[in-house]
C-alpha cells in the first residue's frame, strides 16, 4: 500500500468519479480503486500518488564502458 492516499466520498457514483478524476489531475494522482458503494456509506474512491520511476541502471549512477 502506498504512504499516501487520497480519498473521494460522494453520494452519488457520478459526482465520486468527477471529483476522483479531478484530485487526478490536480495532484498527479492515478485512480486505487474505482468508485464503489460497497461500504454503505455512500461511494467511495481511492488515488494515489504516480509512482516514481526506478532510477536509470539501477540508481548506480552512470554506467562507464572500458
Partial sequence: MADVTYM?????????????????????????????????TGWVARAIPVPKAPAENGGRGQVVSE
Fill in 8 to 40: 473521494v466520498r460522494a453520494g452519488s457514483k457520478a459526482a465520486c468519479q468527477r471529483e476522483l478524476d479531478r484530485i487526478c489531475d490536480l495532484l498527479g494522482a492515478v485512480p486505487a480503486t474505482l468508485p464503489t458503494d460497497a461500504a454503505g
